[in-house]
DNA sequence: TTGGGTCAAGGAGTC
DNA sequence: GACTCCTTGACCCAA
């Protein structure tokens, strides 16, 4: 069985789970809670929407918690939105929703810069401290490995140096290709080395192939997971054809679609459909799973 | 009221 | 060296 979900929003209701604001707004509390709030509600609507749809995944936004990770958040979130997270993790559960989070493009542990993989860890420590009240094993912390600062095999030393001890992080971490540097082998190769699963973007691996067909790619990440626990991962996005390589489109191109559902044969997994156009691209998927 | 530029943070690539 | 892509919204400012 292939399950579909979608990131951060939904369009049609609409909700969001990544409202945030500036810096500067942090010395507001109330103004912060009340983001918080609001994302959180846009969180539980969704899962609601998601339930009476069948739609069995969902990302949240990173900022559903803005600044949690940072050293000027005012107040302790953790005990002021346990009681939520957790109702949240409920009700996620009861409708058979699965959870993730993508910490963004300046997560690097494996940066050369000493205070990067100390930002770094703090903002992967706060998504799985999330995952931890909401309950639910199965979530997972979607990380790109960053960037490759000329050395490959030093940064991938430093990154899996950085992420060992991280017990509570490895926990829910997978790790997925990119577009530019990082191919599905080097990352099921890293993702070996911490006991963690790899996630292969069907998109970045057209970019980035690494000599790989994408169906041998899969056969690659797929035995990392370990089902029916922890079903296989996968994201699946197109070309946006007006930008520059590596942009999203709107929709998914219904190749894209085919070209996956070939590679995957058999295989069960849980894709992510990462489109600009949110729940709207899943519905002409929907029609070709069996 | 709108549209543009910028905002916590990194890095790689194009032009 | 400036801009764009990975993502989405906040918020200030000028017109």
Request: aromatic share 6%; proline share 8%.
């Amino acid at each position: 069985m292939i399950r579909l979900g979608y990131p951060t929003q939904n369009l049609t209701i609409p909700a969001s789970t990544n409202r945030t604001l500036r810096l500067a707004s942090l010395g507001d509390p109330e103004k912060l809670r009340a983001v918080v709030w609001e994302n959180l509600l846009g969180l539980e609507t969704i899962l609601r929407w998601n339930a009476e749809h069948g739609i069995p995944l969902f990302r949240m936004g990173q900022s559903l918690i803005p600044f949690a990770s940072h050293p000027a958040f005012p107040y302790d979130w953790q005990a002021e939105h346990g009681d939520d997270l957790r109702e949240i993790g409920e009700l996620a559960r009861t409708s058979g929703i699965r959870l993730s989070m993508h910490p963004g493009q300046f997560i690097q542990p494996g940066s050369p810069k000493p205070c990067v993989p100390e930002r770094s860890l703090a903002e992967l420590r706060y998504a799985a401290r999330v995952f931890d009240l909401i309950g639910n094993l199965d979530s997972v912390i979607v990380l790109h490995m960053g960037g490759a600062h000329e050395d490959r095999e030093a940064t991938t030393a430093r990154f899996v140096e950085k992420l060992r001890p991280e017990s509570a992080v490895l926990r829910y971490l997978a790790l997925e290709n990119d577009e530019r540097v990082w191919t599905v082998p080097e990352i099921v190769k890293t993702a070996r080395s911490l006991g963690i699963p790899a996630i292969t973007d069907s998109f970045h691996h057209g970019l980035n192939p690494g000599g790989l067909t994408l169906e041998k790619a899969l056969d690659l990440s797929l035995p990392s997971w370990d089902p029916p626990d922890a079903r296989p991962k996968l994201h699946l996005s197109s070309q946006d054809p007006a930008k520059q390589p590596g942009a999203h489109a709107y929709l998914v191109d219904l190749q894209d679609w085919h070209s996956l559902l070939s590679a995957l044969g058999d295989h069960e997994a849980d894709v992510m459909v990462e489109a600009k156009g949110k729940e709207l691209a899943l519905a002409p998927l929907g029609a070709w799973i069996g």
